[in-house]
């Protein structure tokens, strides 16, 4: 499988969860477990551009597959992501844990809906559970997320 | 010291890493960890016969398996953390279950493997064999005392408390009118997004246990795992990294995970961690809310209450680790903002086959909130006034401050409200809530509220100039979320003079700093925001102290800003902070910026040793904050409902908040907090219900079927402030943490209950609940 644009071996572990595959044997800690049921959404992850939930899927059903995590999204040091960039200037997130499956799932809303209503965006981002903010910082951010993705 | 930063809304610095996912939570710490599985009681009562490890023992890749034979401390009950003299059959479990469990969840044994599918394996291998007994589950089961969750606690009473301020009897004798109500409050769960999880490694070289918490209170860890493993505390570091939100039941001494992980890696000499999976979280972490209020409430033609008697059952579940804060802080927070002349109040905090009580955001008041706004609402019902008008006659007026409740506090001081100006906050939040919408099926709820915070004893903070000019700045408080760094740095940059990007401020790690309390009681801001203004004022003085000299000016003379110390009036005149720093050591070999600056003030022969006596080298110090008594916050919040008559869904229409927190350090920060709170209250108050059945299992320990709401079911907030300060601190701030959650339930229920025209008397509501409501009346 390809993550972040490197490609690496196949998972030995036939039975090892995605999530778990990319925290803790490819140290991508940035893609947080939840609740390993697939309702928190705070593994999302973007396979092959679409938002999944990694803990999910299993690595092995990962081959072949063009995975991007949070990490992926800027370079340490580069300017953030549009996306990354709205949440820190709307204070879209508090502890930051739920974030980096937030910011996954907006980039999958965004790239649907460039310029989503208000029901198109809670929607979009009702995969998503975040105990700390309300989600009002979370619904500002996607709308400015919007504005910087259009430029 | 200039105000520049304080009050702004500052952007948040811990973002960066968070956004680009180069956070530091406990799960993210790897370093060759074992891995390790709790295998938990599945039953809430039952006797254990027997417990066979081998086949678990037996697996391949399982290093260990231990029992609680097999801990020095197995057989020593777990710490009361804050102990009480009301609360005389106290009992506390132990690290791993061996005779008697007694909640559904409760540890038995502990699995260490080299990694956790292997652990998880070996865990369902462990063969236990219960006995069940029977099971009591709520706290009127537990009142009637059939069967008893401890043999040796009488009704299953751990404490009981009397209270009472005037004379209540005489005063309801003669109180024009009366009422009685039965109010009812389930549990709730915290629910942070990350679950709890502990890491831990001892060196055998450097003799030295480490350990990373996700705890709201590092520095009680390493006390106590010290104590415990006969450790100097020099010897034990916790830390506590980015923590995925707490709202209190990550605060405990202990969960047995805190004692297993760090005693299986000094056994086995490799890192050790665990992390808790959501079912655990469900069944294993502290719970709360669960209370049973019998009120009976005197009041005259006019509304206004004369005596007011409650008497609570607190659920306290299997133990009591936290003590009874829980139920002392309801007792002290029923009367809220009212004045209530005569007021009786007792508890009991019973027993029940459930997972022990501690605080979760809110602690004990919103169900507080909830019994003395539905009883105003009974008032103003019987006697045909506006709820809004009787709740204004019962205020305690601006001109009552300091005002004497007359009951006991969580610190064990009376309660004593500090400021306030509560008239303010419901006009305030009445003229924002607007005229009322057209439509059928539409209710307004409104409910002011104050909140006891800031709880002492201490916090400290120690703050250095680095000869970079860059500012450090260190407190024991961990950080859960609420933007500890940007405050704290916005305070100490105002202090130093600097740029707040130029302060690092660094919490939770008793390598930097040993002491401190914890994350709890909305108390960071006031506890340490102000030990980091005492810390950095004192290195101010330090700093004008060493320029003066140079400068040959009086240090009354200098002021720090723009990164120097200069004098005031010739900003020309100066010298960077960042000088100061290397000046500040005799030995003067420094690196870094500051060294080529400071050499042009280079010392001047002076007598004496190089270090005058009393002083200490480096432009550092370490300060602390101790306050009298808890400051005051208050608000209040007012919504429109409408509720579907035939699927009796919520809608929350509008939703206002004006909140008073004394003097806002950082309005963005604070509006996050409230608007996250009220969030938390909704879910409490509409959607996020327990369902243990009558055998003590939690039916719907999961997401899917505990329903936390998604954006969907959240609201736009509209908030505003006002600021009275508090006269107990320097900064005049108050608490903010907690106030967004409290009046939720009780607004909820008295606007459904004018939306419905059923009389609601529990929380949480549901659909379900609302339909059977109405099916009942018709």
Known sequence: MRVNGTVHPAPADPRRLLSDHLRHDLGLTGTHVGCEHGVCGCCTILLDGAPVRSCLILAVQAEGHELTTIEGLAAPGAPLHPVQQAFHECHGLQCGFCTPGFVMSVIGLLAQHPKPTPEQLDEGISGNLCRCTGYASIRRAVQRAAELTQG | MTTRWFGARVQRVEDDRLLRGRGHFTDDIDEGALESCIVRSPYAHARIKSIDVSAARALPGVKAVYLADDLPFGHTDLPILIPHPNLTHGRTQRCLASEVVRYTGEAVA???????????????????????????????????????????????????????????????????????????????????????????????????????????????????????????ESDVDVIAPDVGGG????????????????????????????????????????????????????????????????????????????????????????????????????????????????????????????????????????????????????????????????????????????????????????????????????????????????????????????????????????????????????????????????????????????????????????????????????????????????????????????GSVRVKGSPDRGIPLAAVAVLSNPMRYAFGGGTEAATQFAAKPRPGPPLPEGEQPGLEATGYFSPVGSAWAAGCHAAYVRVDPKTFRLEILKYVVVHDCGRLINPMVVEGQIEGGVAQGIGGA??????????????????????????????????????????????????????????????IASAVEEALGVPITEMPLSPLKLYELAKSRS
């Open chain 2, 686 to 747: 509409f959607y996020e219900r327990l369902a243990y059945d009558a055998d003590g299992q939690l039916r719907n320990a999961s997401f899917m079927e505990f329903l936390m709401p998604y954006a969907t079911e959240i609201p736009k907030i509209e908030i505003d402030h006002i600021e009275t300060p508090s006269p107990l601190n320097p900064l005049g701030i108050k608490g903010a943490g907690e106030a967004g959650v409290i009046p939720v339930g009780a607004v």
């Open chain 2, 247 to 562: 709202f209190g039941p990550k605060i405990m001494l202990f969960y047995p995970d805190e004692l297993l992980v760090p005693f299986a890696a000094m056994q086995l000499g490799r890192p050790v961690k665990w992390t808790e999976d959501r079912q655990e979280h469900f069944t294993a972490v502290n719970q709360e809310r669960g209370q049973v209020h019998e009120v009976e409430v005197g009041f005259d033609s006019d509304g206004r209450v004369l005596a007011l008697d409650v008497d609570f059952i607190h659920d306290g579940g299997a133990y009591t680790p936290y003590g009874i804060i829980l139920p002392i802080i309801t007792a002290a927070q029923v009367p809220g903002p009212y004045h209530v002349p005569n007021y009786r109040v007792r508890f009991r905090d019973v027993y029940t086959n459930a997972i022990p009580t501690s605080p979760y955001r809110g602690a004990g008041r919103p169900h507080a909130c909830f019994v003395m706004e539905r009883t105003l609402d009974a008032i103003a019902a019987e006697l045909g006034l506006d709820r809004t008008e009787v709740r204004r006659r019962n205020l305690i007026e601006p001109d009552q401050f300091p005002y004497e409740v007359g009951v006991m506090w969580q610190d064990g001081n009376q309660v004593v409200y500090d400021s306030g100006d509560y008239p303010a906050l419901v006009n305030r939040a009445l003229e924002m809530l607007g005229p009322r919408p057209e439509g059928d099926h539409i209710g307004m709820g409104l409910s002011p509220y104050v909140e006891g915070t800031g709880v002492g004893p201490y916090e400290g903070a120690h703050v250095q100039v680095l000869v970079s000019g860059k500012v450090v700045a260190f407190t024991g408080i961990p950080n859960q979320g609420q933007a500890h760094a940007t405050v704290w740095a916005q305070i100490v940059a105002d202090q130093l003079g600097v740029d707040v990007s130029d302060v690092e401020v660094s919490s939770g790690d008793t390598r930097r700093f040993p002491w401190g309390v914890g994350t709890f009681a909305s108390r960071a801001a006031i506890m340490a925001g102000n030990a980091m203004a005492v810390a950095a004022g004192m290195v101010a003085e330090k700093a004008k102290h060493i320029a003066a000299e140079h400068l040959e000016a009086d240090p009354a003379d200098l002021e720090l800003a723009g």
């Open chain 2, 110 to 232: 502990f699995v260490v493997a080299e990694n956790r599918y292997i652990a998880e394996d070996a865990a369902d291998l462990v063969q236990v064999e219960y006995e069940p007994l029977p099971v009591v589950i709520t706290p009127e089961v537990s009142a009637a005392a059939e069967h008893l969750v401890h043999d040796d606690v009488p009704g299953n009473v751990a404490a009981e408390m009397l209270q009472e301020v005037g004379d209540v009897k005489s005063a309801l004798a003669v109180a024009p009118h009366r009422k009685h109500l039965h109010l009812r409050f389930e549990r709730g769960a915290a629910s942070p997004m990350e679950g709890r999880a502990v890491w831990a490694r001892w060196s055998e070289t450097e003799h030295r246990l480490t350990v990373y918490d996700s705890t709201q209170s590092p520095t009680s860890i390493r006390g106590g795992l010290a104590v415990l493993f006969g450790l100097p």
